[in-house]
T-cell receptor
Framework: SQQGEEDPQALSIQEGENATMNCSYK?????LQWYRQNSGRGLVHLIL?????REKHSGRLRVTLDTSKKSSSLLITASRAADTASYFC????????????FGKGTKLSVIP | KAGVTQTPRYLIKTRGQQVTLSCSPI?????VSWYQQTPGQGLQFLFE???????NKGNFPGRFSGRQFSNSRSEMNVSTLELGDSALYLC??????????FGAGTRLSVL
């Protein structure tokens, strides 16, 4: 079963625009992570936000977390064609779990 | 530091056969997880190993099994292959059971 659900499923923007992806999750979490996957290859970790944090930045990435709504958002600013990829949120399924559960992902296309 | 290495990268099998996939984690990482990715079901957790012990198992039939060796290298095995087992199988290693580092995956096609 999916712990996180991303929204939208697909997003197409022009280079230089900002891209926002949302994620909702079901169970309580210690942290939430975002990963990127380029066209059927392995995933790359982007950023981790802990449950006691509300916002975190890393370069052109900004992640927010609202534990009361069980939701998170990933903002990519000034997007580039190289940002074209699928983006997934992921979290561990409950206390003491070593099972990292992923959402279905948002497929981002950045048009040059 | 070398990344996570998965072999082979591509595999074609027929129904009923069995297959073994291999994963070498990043040096020093003791946790190895396996995932199956399909267009329909997305990324699904198979199992996680730490120091040769399986700590978590996903909701997959017993045909899917794995193991981890003392050097942290891991293998997963799928017996009696079905068409629906066609997928990208991803291995990930972790030092702290938080951030996971993924290999490039093994693409399995079952004919």
């Amino acid at each position: 079963s999916q712990q996180g659900e991303e929204d939208p499923q697909a997003l197409s923007i022009q280079e230089g625009e900002n891209a926002t992806m949302n994620c909702s999750y079901k169970t309580s979490i210690n942290n939430l992570q975002w990963y990127r996957q380029n066209s059927g290859r392995g995933l790359v970790h982007l950023i981790l936000i802990r449950s006691n944090e509300r916002e975190k930045h890393s370069g052109r990435l900004r992640v927010t977390l609202d534990t009361s709504k069980k939701s998170s958002s990933l903002l990519i600013t000034a997007s580039r064609a190289a940002d074209t990829a699928s983006y997934f949120c992921a979290s561990y399924s409950g206390a003491g779990s070593y099972q990292l559960t992923f959402g279905k992902g948002t497929k981002l296309s950045v048009i040059p | 530091k070398a990344g996570v290495t998965q072999t082979p990268r591509y595999l074609i099998k027929t129904r009923g056969q069995q297959v073994t996939l291999s994963c070498s984690p990043i040096s020093g990482h003791r946790s190895v997880s396996w995932y199956q990715q399909t267009p329909g079901q997305g990324l699904q957790f198979l199992f996680e190993y730490f120091s040769e012990t399986q700590r978590n198992k996903g909701n997959f039939p017993g045909r899917f099994s794995g193991r981890q060796f003392s050097n942290s290298r891991s293998e997963m095995n799928v017996s009696t292959l079905e068409l629906g087992d066609s997928a990208l199988y991803l291995c990930a290693s972790s030092a702290d059971s938080n951030i996971q580092y993924f290999g490039a995956g093994t693409r399995l096609s079952v004919l």
